[in-house]
């Protein structure tokens, strides 16, 4: 057994030294994570089957290709094997800190926008869209859209549980993390370049989903957006992960250049600063209106 410190690149390659001092026949990664990603990434690159035991929700990143890792102060993403497994512990997550866990709900309903961002890719660029792995990385995102149930009740977490791993899977079917990653990706890996320590991945994936899904005009994704955000106490505005709107905008305007390769809504409407500062009003409005 062996104790990781923090989510880097270090810690990984470490481990990965560990690994090789013995002949192993699998690794198990228990915790949440950034413990799991730097598992993830060890096992990878030893070529090990991987076993994750995740003690949070709060992204995808539970059974997902990709390892989020911190190398020189900078968050990178590096592309590593499924895990061969996925346990999650309910009760653990259900008397673990409830911020931290809900934040994969932000995560999972942000699959929405990265969805309808790969079919603008396909109607604008002709890229080709993977199917099953669209319909995996839906089907769990319209399940926790649309239940009632809150991060205390088992049914719901496992709902949640299941949508966090099949959005893992989506990403590994076709590849790429096309299925679950847009605009609202990119607006969060911008907020983390730009104003790093500001929130969590999952609460800004979600803040960045809302506010992609509106710039596309589509009203009812944006009202169930909205009220499934509310329901669970997830941010919806800068203001409520302490960004003021000028830092929100210089995010959504340096979003592109964190995944030059993506076409997402941003790429599309390549809105100057002072366009995104008049539809960051207007965002703004249409949620206090929902309020009443
Ligand atoms: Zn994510």
């Not at 690994?19 to 026949?25: G, Q, V």
């Not at 993977?130 to 719901?156: T, Y």
């Not at 919806?236 to 592109?256: C, H, I, N």
């Amino acid at each position: 057994m062996f104790t990781v410190e923090g989510g880097t690149l270090d810690a990984a390659d470490d481990l990965g030294a560990k690994l090789r001092a013995r002949s192993y026949d699998a690794v198990v990664g228990i915790g949440g994570g950034k413990t799991i990603d730097v598992a993830k990434y060890a096992a990878t690159r030893r070529g090990l089957p991987m076993v994750s035991v995740a003690t949070s929700l709060a992204n995808d990143g539970i059974a997902s290709p990709v390892a989020s890792l911190i190398t020189a102060g900078l968050k990178g993403s590096y592309g590593v094997h499924i895990p061969i497994a996925v346990i999650v512990d309910l009760d653990f997550v259900e008397s673990g800190p409830e911020r931290h866990n809900r934040a994969g709900i932000g995560d999972v309903i942000s699959n929405i926008s990265a969805l309808a961002d790969w079919e603008l890719a396909r109607q604008v660029r002709g890229e080709p869209v993977d199917g099953l792995a669209a319909s995996l990385a839906r089907m769990g995102a319209e399940a926790v859209l649309s239940h009632p149930g809150h991060m205390g009740d088992d049914v719901f977490v496992t709902v949640l549980a299941e949508a966090l791993i099949s959005s893992g899977l989506a990403m590994a079917v076709c590849g790429t993390s096309r299925p679950s990653s847009g605009g609202c990706h990119e607006i969060m890996h911008a907020v983390d370049a730009l104003f790093p320590g500001t929130s969590s991945h999952g609460e800004l994936a979600g803040l960045g989903a809302l506010f992609c899904t509106y710039l596309r005009d589509d009203r009812q994704r944006f009202a169930q957006m909205s009220a499934c955000l509310d329901r669970h106490n997830l941010p919806r505005t800068p203001a409520e992960v302490g960004l003021t709107d000028d830092q929100f905008v210089e995010a959504v305007q340096y979003a592109p250049q964190t995944r030059p390769d993506r076409y997402t809504i941003l790429e599309h409407l390549a809105m100057t600063p002072a366009e995104t500062r008049g539809r960051l009003g207007d965002y703004t409005d249409a949620l206090r209106d929902r309020l009443g």
